[in-house]
């Protein structure tokens, strides 16, 4: 019982005896006086059983020192004490149950996936595909596409000539091709 606890249970009986006192007849002083000296010399021996108790903890200590018990060694102990217990036999058994459950409806959804994979395959092969498997261009890196556009500017600029064409005819002449190029991303 820890100091806490102890404390506790002295506030408890101190509210009961106020509660009782509160309900007994008035006493005389020589009365009160013996109580009170009684009462004194309870709380006085509580404080040595209080300070006994801590020495008594301490030599324990010292005892479980020299055996080799150490703190890690006592949760261990309580570890096997939990794992030995009934309620944890029991979690334990269902946890397992419901792991052998879960790993048979996995492997039945992954058998039905592989079926239904494998139904696909076979219809590719009759050429009754519902998957589009016609092979894609692979995209263009955005600064090999940009290249490609200034450069398509520039030779704008140029003309065939070398004169140049004016920045609006080049706008209007590539707002489809800007569209086309930087859309497809």
Known sequence: MSD????E????????????????????????AALEHQMGEVKGEIARLRQLLRDKERELA???????????????QSVNNV???????KTSTALQSFGEKTSTAFKNVGQKTGEALRNLTKKDEAGESAVDNTPKEPPVPI?????????????????????????????????????EEFGNN
Do not use: C, W
């Open 4 to 7: 806490r606890d102890l404390f």
């Open 9 to 32: 249970n002295d506030a408890k009986f101190a509210n009961e005896a106020e509660h009782e006192h509160a309900e007994q007849p008035a006493m005389s002083d020589e009365e009160r």
């Open 62 to 76: 010292a005892v479980e020192k020299a055996l080799g018990i150490t703190a890690f060694s006592k949760i261990a």
């Open 83 to 89: 794992k030995q217990s009934n309620a944890y036999q």
């Open 143 to 179: 600064a090999d596409r940009f290249r490609r556009f200034t450069q398509s500017v520039r030779d704008k600029m140029k003309g065939s000539d070398g004169a140049g064409t004016p920045p609006a005819t080049i706008a209007s002449s590539h707002s489809n091709a800007d569209e």
